[in-house]
Structures are given as C-alpha cells and as structure tokens.
C-alpha cells in the first residue's frame, strides 16, 4: 500500500506544497527487499519515502517526502533507488527537484547496500548541479550522512522548532552540549553555517518554496519564469537614496512592485543576496550593507561597511548559482575597504579571490550600481567594470577610489599644516574620487539619480538580453 493512501505528515506536506489535486505518486508500491533481523517481518509501504511529480502554480516539480512513521524514514536501498529515479526523471524532463526531509538517517540493518544508496543520490545530486533547481526542506532529523543532501542542493529551508540539522550531533563535539551551543538548531545552520536560507513554521516553509519556484528557470537550458510586469518601467524611486544603508529595502523599490526574494537572509547580513523582478525577468541581486532595519524603522543590526570573507562567500556562491542559471545580476556597491578582523583574515583573501573568480567567470548579463562608498580592492571585487560588469552606474554623492579624500591627504601630505591637507583633499576628492572622475576613465557608464535607478536597470538588462560570452578553453577552474 502506497503512504499516500493514508493520512500522514509526509504526504500532507506534498498535499500543501503542490497545486490542489496535481501529485502524481511514482514508486508507491516499492517495499524494503532486506531480510536480515527479521527485516521480512517489518512492513515498509514506499519504504519510507512518497516520490512523484505535481505543479506548483502550473510549474512543473519532482518531489520526495520521507515518512518518519516507516522505521524514522530511515535511508535504506530501495529508499534511496526511489530518489535517484526521481532525479534520473527529473534531468529529462529539465524540472526542479524537491525534497522534504526527515529522517532517521541510514538504515542500520542494510549496512553496505544504504551506503551505496546514499553514494548513489550524492553522485546524481552532484551530476543534477546546474542543470536543474534542487531545494530542500527539513522538517524533522537530517544528520551525518545525510546533512550533505541540503548541503549539495542549491536552495534550504529549516522548520524552527523540531528540525535538526548536523553532522554530528551537538553532544557528540567535544567540549559542547546542547544547551551550551544547539549546533543541529534552525538558529545555528541559518546564521552561523550558512547553510539554511529560511527558517519559519512548516507553513510558512512550503509557501516561501512555493514563491522560490516562481522565480527560478526550470532548468538550465529553458526560462519560463517570466511573468507579465504590471509595475512601470519608468517608475521613480522616490527617496530610494535613504536606503542606501540598507539595501534590501533599496531592493525593493527598484523591483516590480516590491518584490524581493532573500536568500540566506540571517547569515552574514552585511551582504545582501536575493532575486528581484525588473519588466517580469527574474534577476540575481547582490549588495552591501551596512544598516538592518526591521519593520518598525529601528536598527537591529550594524556594520562598518566592509567586505567581510562570509559576505563575499555568500555573494560569490548566489552569483555562481545565477550563472549556472542563466539569470542576470544587479550589484549595489557600497563598501570602505576591506574586514579588519583576526577571525576575518583566515579566510578574507581566499574568499574575495572566489568572489571575483565568479564575477569575472559569469557570461550573465551584468549591471553594477555604485551607491555609495567604492574604495580599494573591495570595490574592484563587486562587479566593478575592471572584472567585467557589462554596465556600471553610479550616484551623484559616489565616492570611487583607493580611500577616503581625506585620508589620502593626510598620507600624501603628512607634513603640511590643517588648511593644506583640507585643500588637498578637496582637490583629491575632485579628481580621483568622484563619479565624474570615474566616468571620465571610462570605469563608470553614466552617474544617474538615486530616483531613475529602476528605469536604467532595466533599459541595461533589456540592451543585454541577447549577450553572448566565451571563456578560454579549458576544462574548469581552480579558485
């Protein structure tokens, strides 16, 4: 008997995340074919996993969902054969994949043949990377093993209160307990480990996926994301300038009528990444941050505006995901310089290197907008023309450089009185650091006004649609 014919979380959770009606189960008559312990004995309808294919607001996606009340939904060979038939159905059919997690984790009885199975959804998971949208939900227990699953899919999503995401588990590290640092904890995974996207209540999960699905091309090669723009295209951003700070907010003025999909939103908040919609087109978005706002207007979180090595991780990840995709990139730069951290300088270098490695690898369509502050070589890693941003705009009040006027003044004419260095720095600010300096080397397109930044991004990206782009011949690259 199928788990679909019974009432059951896992199939409720389809119920919810698909279109009314759309689930189509495939598989639901496998059963465990083990027979050591007595495995003979111990029904297992579907053997613990509801696979199949449904619609979500007319989209097609193929779907997993483990049944925790068949041995914990543990991962057994046949559990296992049922996903990657899923995936092998999923790459000719060019369809998202979509897996609602929980999970036991391995099925000790069958040893060997569950690590083949889980070998087996590694290596199709891996061969699915950039070729069709996976998303993973967890709902319940995601551990060892199968913690690489979200881990290996482009896209997670966390319930807050019962999932529990690790490798191993918190009391298992040792010098921690559970109380002392929850490591398997929605928390933790989301802004420590960066590995969850969104955290929320089971509902708020499946309808946040369901948005995601709207926005994401169905697969490499094919875009049927877009969707009728209702917003105008000449629309002003009346006072966007006052969210500059925070750019999310800035995000959602220039997108159609609001819309902004944060991805990874509670790990390192002083880089925004997420999808946005200009003239109906999905497009990738990636921007500094300094200040966090909440709903209230009040500040919940501060930077100094620096490029952090977890900001340019993240960002560098989003942006190689969007290319992989096919789905263009809108930078807002605004950054001082560089993290000055011990914590930050382990990984500081390596992680900026990768960032501009994706910049500089992507063919997408690229626009940058400077919209505030560009010093040093952290500016030059945003998407700045040098890397092969396609297009680059800046604001009136932009300041693009190696530092801050004053500064370089200070520096340049340490010796001199007060008057002198602020007349230099004037000077300096006029002919090094300003947009129109920039814009007279050729490193800036046009400085535009804060409140016409919607309608030149979208006039760029529409110029752009049709760019085609070679690398060298080579087999991949090492950063």
Not at 134 to 149: D, H, M
Not at 177 to 190: D, E, G, P, R
Not at 300 to 326: H, I, M, P, Q, Y
Request: proline share 3%; hydrophobic share 40%.
């Amino acid at each position: 008997m199928s788990n679909m014919a019974t009432e059951n979380a896992a199939s409720q959770r389809i119920a919810s995340l698909l279109d009314a009606g759309s689930f189509v189960e495939i598989g639901g008559g496998v059963t465990a074919r083990a027979t050591d312990f007595n495995m003979q004995k111990t029904e297992t309808p579907g053997d613990g996993v509801i696979t199949g294919y449904g619609v979500i607001d007319g989209n097609l996606v193929y779907v997993y969902s483990q049944d925790a009340s068949v041995l914990g939904g543990s991962i057994g060979e046949m559990h296992a054969k049922k996903i990657v038939a899923l995936y092998d159905m999923a790459m000719k059919m060019g369809a998202p994949v979509i897996g609602l997690v929980d999970c036991a984790g391995i099925r000790l009885q069958e040893a060997t043949d569950a690590l083949d199975g889980f070998g087996k959804l590694y290596l199709k998971q891996s061969m699915a990377s950039g070729v069709i949208p996976q998303i993973t939900a967890i709902f319940g227990n995601c551990g060892g093993g199968l913690a690489v699953i979200p881990a290996l899919t482009d896209f997670t999503f966390m319930e807050t209160e019962h999932a529990k995401l690790f490798v191993n588990s918190p009391n298992a590290i040792p010098g921690n307990t559970v109380q002392k640092c929850n490591t398997a904890s929605a928390k933790f995974q989301s802004s420590e480990a960066g590995l969850v996207d969104e955290t929320g209540t089971e509902e708020e999960i499946l309808a946040k996926i369901r948005a995601l699905i709207c926005m994401l091309p169905c697969n490499n090669e094919e875009d049927v994301s877009y969707e009728e723009c209702t917003d105008d295209l000449n629309r002003l951003c009346e006072g966007i300038e006052n969210a500059a700070e925070d750019t999310a907010v800035a995000l959602s003025s220039i997108s159609d009528n609001g819309v902004f999909f944060e991805v990874k939103k509670d790990y390192a908040k002083d880089m925004v990444t997420g999808f946005i919609r200009l003239n109906g087109m999905t497009v990738g978005a990636v921007a500094n941050r300094s200040k966090v706002y909440n709903e209230d207007a009040e500040v919940t979180a501060e930077f100094d505006g620096s490029l952090t090595a977890a900001g340019a991780g993240k960002a560098a990840d989003f942006v190689r995901f969007c290319d992989a995709f096919n789905i263009p990139v809108l930078t807002l730069t605004n950054v001082t310089g560089f993290d000055a951290s011990t914590c930050g300088e382990k990984a500081l270098a390596a992680q900026t290197a990768k960032l501009i490695y994706t910049f500089t690898d992507a063919t997408v369509p690229k626009v940058n907008v400077i919209i505030g502050k560009a010093y040093g070589s952290a500016y030059v890693a945003m998407n700045s023309k040098s890397i092969g941003a396609d297009m680059v705009y800046a604001w009136p009040n932009a300041e693009i450089g190696m530092m801050d006027a004053d500064l370089a003044a200070k520096i340049m004419y340490a010796d001199s009185d007060m008057q002198t260095q602020r007349e230099k720095a004037a000077e300096y600010r006029a002919l090094q650091s300003s947009p129109a300096s920039a814009a007279g080397h050729g490193y800036v397109d046009a400085v535009i006004s804060p409140a016409d930044t919607r309608k030149y991004i979208i006039g760029a990206f529409e110029m752009l649609f049709t760019k085609r782009e070679d690398r060298p011949a080579k087999k991949h690259g090492t950063v």
